[in-house]
């Protein structure tokens, strides 16, 4: 019997065993990049040695990965027989997955490729071979240029149609986007003209035709033919958003407008839902790339505003600043940049929109300052060091603002143009000063940034130097702008003014020094939301990281003419340029720097960033304020983040998280009145690090983790 069942018992350990090793070996490496591009065949690739990424499988054995094999192949017969006749890289002993730079035989121009990769666990154990990727060089290819996506073209069928009365249709899609129109319909012969009412803004009984500000409402008269057509119907040309500066669409995309509603007179047949298409125009977007939830329904309201704005807004392959003008601006691109990544695991569009700002700068100061904030985004969230090599003496010479700086450090913009808000009447009543504590807040953030990016091409002594400047400057900026009296920054040097905006930046660039930090909280807290939404992305950082998470949620979920709920309530499906048409009579309907609290829930609210570049290592250190219960996915550049988590009521949280393979977290759990003594990871007891409120455990590696307070 006891050698029956030691048989019986090797058995079933070899069968696991081997069971274990299919499982794995039929799992595969997943989500296959070129240049940070997504698709199973991509065009117009602008690198002959592009950089290869891809995700870990995510029931791979531990979620590691030791080695990797990459193919390139000239042909997909060669690629499929496992042959690799441009590059065969071998085994490559790494965990690396993102970033892997082409380095086979050269490629030409104008020619398709093939790719494909497998990979090795910490048990040696080998994955089956990917999908392949095909990709084609572009026909010119320049020393360094941003490969992107073409734009792509949805259908979207009707959410409803109303028959008015014969041939008068109300046609609601649902949101608004930028597209055109598509109707199949049989017309006899000898009817009239049909009337096409493209608008932003309707309501059941039809098109508002004077929307107000630059709300769009357009007409079109359409002929019918007779017989079964499909028509393509657009709107008329804008003559401001079709300028010299403006952006313009490819010409077989043709002319594009931001409508929600439809309305048909004189149509000629019964209109059905399968009759008529909104035509969309966007960037490639995975719509399942990421989620939030929480018991406020409000901020899932607001979460879903912003987030289908990043798709919304991506109609031009670059980001604009809306509809009115199609111009890009570095404020306005920055929001969208963080928002952006927040939402979906893409990065081309943003770093393109990054460089083409670099040789079209705009006119603020403050805006110049952002383009180094947009490159420090772009190398954290990206891992990626190329667009800084080739651009880093453009930022060091025309971004930081260096030559303005007196002899004490401060910036005297004197014969510059300081923006602080916009619009004007956002500024909280600013008092303008050569020394400008605004931009010299921006400043001092531009100098910590151009010293991580001077650490990213490995030039040491520009990283001391910068180092060393934000420190001498930190130190006058709080001697110069202080106002001990009363506890707060004045607006600049000699006013006796203190603004939202002069309290707002020192505290989400971390200037205020501990001792100062709640008071200056609580005159933010005393102000209100008295700036733009483009401001609102800095008094929002602000509030959290001067914990006032609280605050920063009621601002996010307030009702108020000032919210975002505000943007929903009078109709619109995405952001606007303004909190309200009081506010900015001219203001675009479709305008992504209204965005912010989609980057401000995934870095604050589960408070998921970057702690190395390329998201090597995470921090993840939720903020609920008020909130109970939060279930989210965060993308990044190496997978999915996880975050789930219980907030009890006595202010103790339970956190679930996932992190992807080849990352390692910090995580942080808050704490109120008595401090824990340990953290519970799965189920054990760990001793953390224990800062201010929060408690902190580091290197927490790859897969499903819970985490609690005792």
């Not at 200056?520 to 001067?546: I, N, P, T």
Request: net charge neutral.
């Amino acid at each position: 019997m006891g050698l029956k069942r030691s048989l019986m018992v090797f058995s079933i350990l070899f069968f696991l065993s081997i069971a274990s090793i299919t499982v794995y070996a039929n799992e595969k490496p997943q989500t296959l990049t070129i240049e940070f591009l997504r698709g199973q065949n991509l065009a117009n690739i602008r690198d002959f040695q592009p950089e290869f990424g891809w995700v870990l499988p995510s029931t791979a054995a531990d979620n590691s990965q030791t080695a990797y094999r990459i193919l390139v192949a000239s042909t997909l017969p060669l690629l499929r027989k496992n042959k690799g006749d441009m590059w065969d890289s071998g085994k490559i002993v790494s965990p690396e997955i993102v970033n892997i730079e082409y380095n086979g035989k050269s490629l030409e121009s104008n020619h398709t490729y093939f790719w494909k990769v497998k990979m090795w666990d910490s048990k040696n154990t080998a994955s089956s071979w990917s999908s392949y990727q095909a990709f084609s060089l572009a026909d010119t290819v320049k020393e360094y240029q941003t490969s992107r996506h073409a734009l792509q073209q949805s259908k979207i069928y009707p959410h409803k149609i109303i028959e008015k009365k014969s041939g008068h249709y109300l046609v609601d899609f649902g949101k608004s986007a930028f597209g055109f129109l598509k109707i199949e319909t049989a017309s006899p012969e000898g009817v009239p003209p049909f009337e096409v009412h493209f608008g932003e803004r309707g309501s059941e009984d039809g098109v508002n035709r004077s929307p107000g500000g630059t709300v769009r409402y357009y007409k079109v008269l359409q002929e019918a033919m007779p017989g079964l057509h499909a028509y393509e119907i657009h709107p008329p040309r804008n003559d401001r958003n079709t300028r010299e500066h403006a952006i313009k669409l490819p010409e077989e995309v043709g002319i594009v407008a931001p409508f929600r509603y439809v309305e048909l007179i004189n149509f000629p047949s019964q209109l059905k839902k399968d009759q008529i298409q909104q035509i969309t125009v966007h960037y490639p977007f995975d719509e399942n790339a990421a989620s939030f939830h929480s018991d406020n329904k409000i901020l899932n309201q607001v979460w879903d505003l912003c987030k289908y704005s990043m798709k919304a807004t991506s109609f031009t392959g670059i980001y604009v600043d809306g509809d009115r003008e199609r111009i890009p601006y570095e404020a306005d691109a920055y929001i969208n940049q963080l928002s952006h990544y927040a939402v979906d695991r893409e990065y081309s569009i943003a770093r393109f929109s990054h460089e083409y700002l670099l040789s079209h700068p705009t006119w603020p100061t403050e805006w110049k300052q952002h383009s180094i904030l947009m490159a420090w985004a772009d190398y954290m969230y990206t891992g990626n060091n190329e667009s800084l090599v080739a651009n880093y003496d453009l930022l060091k010479s025309q971004k930081t603002l260096e030559k303005f700086a007196r002899e004490d450090g401060l910036l005297n913009t004197r014969g510059l143009k300081d923006i602080v808000d916009w619009p004007r009447g956002e500024r909280d009543n600013y008092d303008f000063r050569e020394v400008n504590t605004v931009v010299n807040a921006f400043y001092y953030q531009t100098l910590l940034h151009m010293a991580d990016l001077a650490k990213g091409i490995n030039n040491d002594d520009d990283f001391f130097y910068y180092r060393n400047k934000a420190a001498q400057l930190k130190k006058v900026f709080n001697a110069v702008l202080f106002d001990k009296k009363r506890g707060i920054y004045i607006d600049g040097e000699g006013s006796t003014h203190a603004s939202l905006h002069a309290n707002m930046m020192p505290l989400a660039f971390e200037i205020v020094p501990p001792e100062r930090i709640e008071r200056v909280a609580d005159f933010l807290v005393s102000r209100g939301m008295a700036c733009s939404v483009y401001g609102a992305q800095y008094l929002l950082e602000a509030l959290f990281k001067s914990g006032r998470a609280d605050m920063a949620l009621q601002r996010m979920t307030s009702t108020d003419l000032r919210s975002w709920y505000n943007m929903i309530r009078v109709g619109s499906t995405i952001t606007l340029e303004a909190w309200d048409n009081e506010f900015k009579p001219n203001q675009d309907w479709n305008h992504a720097w209204g965005a912010a609290p989609a980057n401000i829930i995934s870095r604050f609210v589960l408070g998921v960033q970057p702690l190395e570049p390329g998201f090597k290592k995470v921090l993840i250190h939720p903020q609920p304020g008020g909130l109970k219960n939060v279930s989210a996915k965060v993308p990044t550049i190496r997978g999915t983040i996880h975050v789930k988590f219980e907030h009890e009521p006595e202010n103790l949280l339970n956190l679930t998280i996932t992190i992807p393979g080849t990352m390692t977290a910090r995580v942080g759990l808050p704490w109120v009145n008595t401090p824990p003594r340990y953290i519970l990871l799965n189920g054990s007891r760990v001793k953390g690090e224990i800062i201010k409120n929060t408690i902190f455990l580091d290197d927490i590696g790859p897969g499903k983790h819970f985490l609690s307070l005792e």
